[in-house]
């Protein structure tokens, strides 16, 4: 096949204040294309017609960087993709036309950074147009802000102050550890016995402002209390200056405080915005999607309902001042944070006009939607009693919020209707595996393993795997006002140990004092219930894509992904059935384009396919086989005239364009 050759057109685009309808077709300019990370290009070269003459233009691999994941979305400005690549979190530049790498940059080494455990998770960089040069920025997984050209790599001079470290720039850096206000050694980091912050997403620059957002030590990982809060941070975009910070555990005083009993706001911590931001920037607002608090699972030492655990808060971009905010789940135990970014769009709704809108996608399986300016739902989110805890010490909120409309896009509780019923074996062999687990609503609470019913585990449902998830990130069509999430059917059994026990699961975490009880196995959730064909234990779809008319709250279509695997098509306990396309089980990255939804998935033999949707309608377009299974997120930008669509294939990049595009070479071979 051809590989393109270089010759990039330069573009001159500043960033506007402005939302998706200005975003222009040829870049893309944050990890979900605009602040509104709708992941929308206006780009229209590519067809039903056309799309399998897609071919691969180039594929850059970042294996000698250390790359693994795949989590990073590149932005492409100028002709040029920047991105991160590994546990180093290398800083890339790469030739959009050609593949080519043109510049890196890595943070030195130190202590702080290694004990990083979201190295290779840093989902791209912040871009931003400084006096008309172009300034790359990144955070690290030491927790180090840095400022690069973004022609050459070189850290940019008069941002930040020196960092007190050997082998670092004398400028291009703030160390965002200076902030936070906690005792801290520039080399070392935070004593662990304090606790630990990290990055696991790019900074957003909005206007001049440049907002980060961090990260902390998975819950499911944690036996100890004591942790340091994920505060929001801003600086100025010119010079590096610090702006403000926001507390995401209040302090006394400040809105929010009384929902921390037990004096827990003094030491505990982990809220915090791991997720990717968004921002309008016309209103000077972003978005944060945060974390829960300290401890999946159990939350007994933290009395109240924890604000702003598992939220999401606008604030003002110039201040840092709390606009609004909404919590989706209060006393958040269940691994329910907000995993994704928000979703910003303007939505024509009947009777009410044009409606500034901000949609966030969950875990829950919920989209809860939101005026953007203002804070008030889009439809009604109310109350409701939810099951209580038996494990001693702990004491939930009595109600949850409970979203009303859109209707969930995907399983929610678990009872024995929603299990397998191909065959009348098939189900009492779902209820026989079940037997040992308690079954209940979304909201079911873990259970500790002493209990009193003998019982092994409570079953989660969509646990904090299901429903939607940062792998997969929502996608929107800002013309039409359709939504589009991918989901997966999941659940995670909840099984609690004492705390002294299961401090011995997880060696060198943050904190000093055991909690009472803490997650009993080491991963996310115990074991959960198989039936011995392999076939899954609840009906199917296994994964979907559901398109979601936000203009309306109403569900448009809904389509399995992929195709069933052959493991379960072919099952023996299955012979003679007609089960249909179950989907393969897998969350999908996505992009939207003028023409079509692309996603990537895999037919029943585990080929890896890029699927053409018809946006109207969730019907396949078109299909053709991918180079590689994809994974987070792919985007489509146009460069010379013609449109691409970039995989993120585990390690590698992978570009794929139409044959006018392979062959524009320029005299290339």
Known sequence: M????????????????????????????????????????????ITAENFEELDVAWQWDGASFGAVSGRSTPTMVDGILYTVAGNKRYVVAIDAKTGSTLWTYREPDTPRAEYSMRGDYGKGVGFAKIDGRGVVYIVSPGFFLTALDAKTGIPLEDFGKPVPIDGFPQTGVVDLLADLGHPYDPYEGIPVETGYITSSAPPLVVNDTIVVGNSAEQGYHQARIENVPGDILAYDARTGAFKWKFNVIPKPGEYGHETWENDAWQWTGDVSSWAPLSADPANNLV???TNSATIDYYGGFRPGDNLYGA???ALDTRTGERKWHFQMVKHEIWNFDNPTAPVLMDLEMPGRGTVPAVIQATKQSWAYAFNRITGEPLWPIVDRPVEQSIVPGEVLSPTQPFVTKPAPYDMQGLSIDDLVDYTPELRAEAIAVLDDYVLGGLFNPPIHADNPMGKYAAMNCPGGAGGANITAPAVADPTTGKFYVSSHTACFALRLIPGEEADLLFPDSTGVTTARYANGVRGATARTPRLKSGIPIWKPPYSRITAIDMTTGDHSWMIPTGETPNRIKNSPALAGIDIGNTGTGALVPMVVTANMLIYSDAASDGTPMLYAI???????????????????????????GHQYVLLQTSSSLTALALPAALSDDDGGH
């Open 2 to 45: 051809k590989i393109s050759i270089l010759g990039r057109l330069f573009l001159t685009l500043l960033l506007a204040p402005t939302l998706v309808s200005a975003q222009s077709s040829d870049e893309w300019l944050t990890l979900g294309n605009d602040h509104a990370h709708t992941r929308y290009s206006p780009a229209a070269e």
């Open 287 to 289: 978005y944060i999607p």
């Open 311 to 313: 939220s999401l808060i």
């Open 614 to 640: 018809d946006k109207a309608t969730g019907e396949i377009m078109s299909e053709i086989e991918a180079p590689d299974r994809s994974s987070y997120g792919m985007s489509s930008w146009t460069l010379d």
